[in-house]
């Protein structure tokens, strides 16, 4: 049977860099000219196909605004198993804000945690602020994934979730043996409080 | 901040947080704020640096234990039963996907010195050192009473009319000893003291059938608890919140919270230079003047008794407990000639609340005397050698008003009980007064998708 692996992800940067268009275009393969910036966050899910037949659901979480007063739970990066943080490459000041939060999740996040940095907007390169070569440099300093995308065009855009859904996998056994909500070994203890109660001494999962 | 909000939420504890999620799923425009630039107050799990912070300003944090991060410590120790008020609300609110949540593997009670598992099984209870033979066939007797009695079918009272008749007159109709009844009121229905056996049965029975049930869910314990710390609960809801469109600001200092001078009623809050007005505000007793009233401040919280905390770091699981990750132990009060039991509550590195090897006890009581941790001493000293302790008194605050008339509804303090119904009752409270209506949880919350 091929495998099939769920993970959480999250998009940090700061607003109007594009995140929530990013996600559009991947989950819906649209793109909005006049995007409200989000409030009222959408949960949305969308699965890669692996050539092995591996599938990857990723569990894709948007900020809901909570950043935007310096007031972002750390919850909602806490078992993630991957982050994209967003930059726009027209506005070299939040590419310092992806790398804040870059180095937030280097701190608080599981250290498995694949991170990928995301220079937003490329078919605006006319107004281009942030040279490839910089942010390619800080990345591989850091060991990051790096890319450019578009949300409008859609350049870059599939091509990124793919990457990350192939290394995923390599990953996902040292974020299950740590424990990471994120990649649940199979059977674990958890409890599903959305099923009905199970009777007595028929306990939903055991510690055996 | 210019903006007029339909409620300005001050603290995010758990109670806060929960009633700006739902006041925000309701449509109404909330703006939440917190002197502190991390979530929960109270109801925050610290880790070893904000630990440190709180307790020894002056001290560094150790190294020796593990990673700062791999810490998430509860100031405030709770479970959540598997079923009850609590998880009805987690549920409806769906607010389940953000959290994971263990079972507790084992819940005990103290007894002639030793420490007994509470039974989770019939067979269990059979097997159980607690009651002799005929004992034994008795409280059979009385839990078979108690989970076939309801309230509209009076075939099944047997002449008690539960809604008048003491507790203590139904425990003599069944001829339980004082140690039985110990083990129901405390360890069961989890009254702190012994006043209950006064009162009129039924909430003890209704108290003991949701004891049965949460039992029943899961199989090891009565409760469950989340990943990562209670820290995460508030943290949850208040995501709920911001979905909905509720705007969040840590880190924000309320430096007066404003009335009119003519009608008393609520205004707005200033921070600073800036002033939000909202037609009425939710907050946590510190503020409200909960521990630092200023001169010429209205009084609107009181203080009604302390618990004492203390945080136990352990490099052991607790002796005579068959070694379990998780578990609950309860020293009734008469066991140890005290008027309220003391709680034990230990975690370790299976929640995600300390680094491997280490365990967390949380021993906690009600105050009675004048030296605090002393009376933590009978719960201190079944946990074997204690690497650190961090003790913490606390009182307990609770509104002077409903709040209706002013339109400043004022939430309460963290209670000692083990669970987190009381605050599930606070929640219910603040929402009738708030709204005008009983809190209702028919219809599930849907996040919406785009
Ligand atoms: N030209 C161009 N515009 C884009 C691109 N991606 C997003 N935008 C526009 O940038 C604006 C902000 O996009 P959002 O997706 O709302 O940004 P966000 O990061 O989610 O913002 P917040 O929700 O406020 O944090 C919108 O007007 C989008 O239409 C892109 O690749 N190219
Ligand atoms: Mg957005």
């Known amino acids: 049977m091929s495998k099939q692996f769920q993970f959480k992800l999250v998009l940090l940067g700061e607003s109007a860099v594009g995140k929530s268009s990013l996600v559009l275009r991947f989950v819906k393969d649209q793109f909005d000219d006049y995007r409200e910036s989000t409030i009222g966050a959408a949960f949305l899910t969308q699965t890669v196909q692996l050539e092995d037949g591996t599938t990857v659901k ?44 870059i180095r937030e999740l280097q701190r608080q996040a599981d250290p498995s945690i694949v991170i990928a940095l995301c220079g937003n907007k490329s078919d605006l390169a006319a107004r281009r602020q942030v040279s490839q070569e910089e942010a ?15 949300a409008k065009t859609g350049e870059g855009v599939n091509e990124i979730f793919d990457r990350i859904a ?17 990649a649940k070994p199979a059977g674990a203890r958890s409890v599903d409080l959305n099923k009905g109660p199970a009777g007595p001494g028929t306990p939903e999962s055991c510690n055996c | 901040m210019d903006e007029e909000y339909d409620a300005i939420v001050l603290g995010t504890g758990l109670t806060e947080c929960i009633l700006s999620g739902l006041l925000s799923v309701d449509g109404k425009k909330v703006l939440h704020m917190d002197r502190n630039d991390y979530y929960g107050g109270e109801s925050a799990s610290l880790n070893l640096t904000q630990l440190y912070r709180k307790f020894r300003p002056d001290a560094t944090a150790p190294t020796d234990i ?48 030793k420490v007994n598992k509470v039974p989770s099984t019939e067979m269990e209870a059979l ?45 003599a109709k069944f001829g339980l000893e004082p140690g039985t009844q110990d083990f129901i009121g405390h360890a069961m229905a989890l009254y702190l003291h012994d006043e209950y056996k006064e009162q009129p049965a039924k909430e003890t029975v209704l108290r003991i059938v949701q004891y049965s049930q949460s039992m029943a869910r899961y199989g090891k314990s009565p409760y469950i608890y989340p990943m990562y710390g209670l820290g995460e609960l508030p943290q949850a809801f ?64 009181m203080e009604e008794g302390m618990v004492v905390r203390a945080i136990c770091i352990l490099k052991h699981p ?125 219809k599930k919350v849907v996040e919406v998708q785009e």
């Open chain 1, 58 to 101: 990723f569990e894709i979480w948007d900020t809901a605004g909570q950043e935007r007063y310096k007031s972002l739970a750390p919850m909602y990066y806490r078992s993630a198993a991957c982050a994209i943080c967003v930059y726009d490459i027209t506005q070299s000041a939040s590419l310092e804000k992806a790398k804040s939060w």
């Open chain 1, 136 to 150: 390619q440099k800080f990345a591989e300093e850091e060991g990051l994934m790096w890319c450019e995308t578009s």
């Open chain 1, 166 to 182: 192939h290394k995923l996998p390599e990953v996902a056994p040292l974020q299950a043996q740590r424990g990471t909500a994120a």
């Open chain 2, 66 to 113: 593990g990673r700062d991060r791999d810490y998430a410590l509860d100031q405030i120790p709770k479970f959540i039963f598997a079923s009850g008020g609590m998880t009805d609300l987690l549920v409806h609110t769906d607010v389940t996907r953000y959290l994971e949540f263990k079972q507790i593997s084992g819940s005990y009670v103290y007894r002639d010195g």
């Open chain 2, 127 to 171: 097997r159980s050192p607690l009651m002799g033979l005929f004992e034994k066939r008795r409280a059979r007797n009385f839990f078979v009473y108690v989970q076939n009695w309801r309230e509209d079918d009076p075939a099944t009272h047997q002449g008690l009319d539960l809604k008048k008749v003491p507790m203590k007159d139904v425990y």
């Open chain 2, 238 to 301: 208040s995501r709920l919140s911001a979905v909905y469109g509720g705007t969040y600001m840590l880190d924000k200092h309320v430096d007066e919270v404003l009335t009119d001078p003519a009608t008393g009623k609520f205004i707005g809050v200033r921070s600073g230079e800036e002033t939000v007005k909202a037609k009425l505000v939710i907050g946590d007793p510190s503020y409200f003047g909960a521990g630092e009233m200023k001169e010429g401040q209205k009084v609107r919280v």
């Open chain 2, 318 to 442: 607790i002796p005579g407990t068959e070694d379990v990750d998780s578990l609950q132990i309860i020293i009734p009060q008469n066991q140890v000639n005290r008027q309220n039991d003391i709680y034990i509550a230990l975690l370790s590195h299976h929640q995600g609340v300390c680094a491997q090897g280490v365990y967390v006890a949380i021993v906690s009581t009600v105050v009675e005397t004048s030296v605090p941790e002393k009376e933590l001493a009978p719960g201190l000293a079944l946990l074997g050698p204690i690497f650190d302790k961090f003790v913490q008194v606390s009182p307990l605050y609770t509104p002077t008003t409903t709040g209706v008339e002013d339109q400043i509804f004022i939430t309460r303090s963290y209670d000692a009980t083990s669970h987190l119904e009381t605050v599930v009752a606070d929640v219910r409270d603040v929402w009738q007064r708030v709204t005008g209506e009983p809190l209702k949880l028919e």
